[in-house]
């Protein structure tokens, strides 16, 4: 489900923070966020029966703590998303679906946004299924800066249990599984790309 986000860094980042020291793309995860709230990129992820025939799963996303600028746009990739709507946000002047991206005016501290949307993220993989997630960044210009990514797959169909995830568990990547759900908290610069997988139980 490849999503991206523009955001601003505060003056007091851009300070503190020389151009040698911003991430020009390449992966780094963080054991250790900034003490101040970054942005965080919550989703959930519902699998359900016809999604292992059609691939398009549900997506619910919310970005909180977006950086306060004159306006932003959240990009989903064309011809993979389907009924994009917005079903809430704060701290936001005036917040638009466009084609296949989000719009959004007058950011202040703190704001927020909430949006579902069907996304074609499932395909078949190594006799199992595979949902491919990313790229996952915050990027302002040509840097890229520190931002949390919280990730929840609910399996709502009866044959179908998690694998495995991809990048391995390190500091800044934590894997987790439990009952009919998995998924990862993620902190890191750069551009994200997630591989989570599933296989088929022995009684299908």
Known sequence: MPACALAAPSEEDLFFRSAA????????FLARLPDKPVHHHRNRVTIRDESLETG???????????DPMPGVQIVYAPGRTRDLRILSHSGIGRAWVEADSVQMEGIGPGASICIRAETLALARSDGGY???????????LDGYYPMRVTMTVVMETPGLRFSAIEPAAQPGFRPWQRDNEAGYEAAFEGMLHTVIRFERTKSE
């Not at 020291?21 to 780094?28: A, D, K, M, P």
């Not at 398009?56 to 977006?66: A, D, G, K, P, S």
């Not at 595979?130 to 302002?140: D, E």
């Open 21 to 28: 020291e911003v991430s020009e793309g390449e992966l780094r």
């Open 56 to 66: 398009w799963v549900t997506l619910e996303q919310c970005h909180e703590h977006l």
């Open 130 to 140: 595979a949902l491919r997630n990313g790229p996952y960044m915050r990027k302002f």
